[in-house]
């Protein structure tokens, strides 16, 4: 019978998480990401928000993979350190494009990152709304320095003033994608910069791609990048509704301690949560390995520094090691293991891929994430599904 190796999520090397929080004195009555124990869809929705993808860009070599970013998506050309903590993603130079396919399509949609440039002179989209390969929607950063919102190239409404260079600024922008009643609304450091809104008396159309309403695509990066200039993304989330989280973080965490459930067998340490807690992962070298349906493993993750946390996203790096067909899924468990969470179960592949499950609540608790402490009070792991 086949086998996966596992060794820590995507975000953070081990059985990890990402959790995004509002400034202190926010008030948010929802919380995390993907599913809890009461579904195995692919989101789950908690006060009208639905995250759909959550990425702090610590980790490099884990930015692309199948259920994270596509896998024909560009690396960053490096990573430097983050806008608050850990690092963030840089691309000079060349075309480079990070992208992520949603998991559902829809004509709502808000991104939200931090964006850094260090120069100006060279106009070019930065980040993007599509349906398939058909450009929806365009941010674009001008030659001097302001940001604009453009459909299908076509201009539609633009900053009057530029954004500083090599200042960390926090852009959020949100779209709703109709032919005669659009909407766009953009907010850079919390402030409302750009509001373009088409009214039946008055319509305009941001709907780049003739065919359909839909966006099932985003991009972010530079697509005609000055010489030598350094364009920096951080703290990213994207979600399926019209939304402003204000000036968020998304901060990586690993594993480091063992959890209730020890049932797979470590390989290359002693104990199962060496396994998987290696920044950046080292594949191979060290990982935790099962053959058996219904074998998990859970681990003591480290306490975020987070003042209020609304979301969790766990990531699990697997693969299988035959042709032998098999499926794992994300869980989280209690501390005593008692109550086990699951997520949803993904078809594990040859190579290895991405397992992510985006927990709008604490799927022990059912209620809304606290703070850092309920992070870390529940234990992250896998189960062998199949």
């Known amino acids: 019978m086949g086998s996966i190796n596992w060794i820590g999520p995507g975000v953070g090397g081990g059985a990890g998480l990402e959790g995004a929080v509002y400034n202190p004195g926010f008030t948010f009555n929802g919380s995390t990401t993907t ?16 995250i759909e993808l959550a990425e702090s860009f610590d980790h490099l070599a884990l930015l692309v993979g199948p259920q994270k970013w596509d896998p024909s998506s560009a690396s960053p050309t490096s990573l430097v350190a983050g806008r608050v903590t850990g690092q ?3 691309f000079t130079n060349n075309t480079q494009v990070m992208q992520y396919t949603m998991s559902t399509a829809g ?7 931090a964006f850094r440039v260090s120069a100006f002179g060279q106009q070019t989209v930065i980040a993007q709304f599509l349906n398939g390969t058909n450009s929806q929607l365009e941010l674009l950063l001008l030659a001097n320095g302001s940001l604009a919102i453009a459909c299908n190239g076509v201009q539609l409404a633009a900053m009057n003033v530029s954004i500083p260079t090599n200042l960390w600024q926090f852009i959020e922008w949100s779209v709703v ?12 450091m919390e402030q409302v910069v750009i509001i373009h809104v088409g009214t039946s008396g008055s319509p305009f159309n941001t709907r780049g791609y003739p065919s359909t309403d839909l966006v099932t695509t985003f991009k972010f ?10 364009y920096d993304f951080d703290d990213f989330i994207l979600s399926a509704y019209t939304y402003f989280p204000g000036q968020i973080q998304v901060q990586a965490q ?17 104990q199962n949560y060496q396994c998987v807690s290696n920044v950046p992962p080292n594949y191979d070298v060290d990982y935790v390995v099962g053959g058996s349906a219904g074998l998990q493993d859970s681990y003591t993750p480290n306490t975020p520094v987070l003042s209020n946390v609304i979301a969790v996203q766990q990531c699990v790096l697997n693969r299988r090691d035959s042709s032998a067909p098999r499926s794992l899924a994300p869980i989280v468990t209690s501390s005593d293991g008692v109550t086990v969470a699951q997520g949803p179960a993904q078809a ?19 209620a809304a994430w606290t703070g850092a402490a309920d992070v870390a009070g529940v234990r992250f792991g896998q189960k062998i599904t199949a």
Do not use: D, E, H
Request: net charge positive; hydrophobic share 35%; with cysteine.
């Open 35 to 50: 599913s809890t124990s009461t579904t195995s869809s692919s989101t789950t929705t908690a006060v009208g928000l639905t």
């Open 88 to 90: 963030a993603a840089r």
């Open 107 to 113: 004509n709502i949609w808000s991104a939200a990152f």
């Open 177 to 188: 994608v109709n032919t005669t009643l659009g909407a766009i609304y953009l907010r850079v």
């Open 221 to 230: 990066g530079p697509q005609t990048p000055g010489s030598g200039v350094n």
């Open 254 to 270: 690993i594993m480091s301690g063992a959890g209730p459930y020890t049932q797979m067998t470590p390989v290359g340490q002693s």
């Open 348 to 366: 594990c592949q040859a190579s290895y891929r991405v397992a992510r499950a985006m927990w709008m609540k604490n799927p022990i608790t059912n």
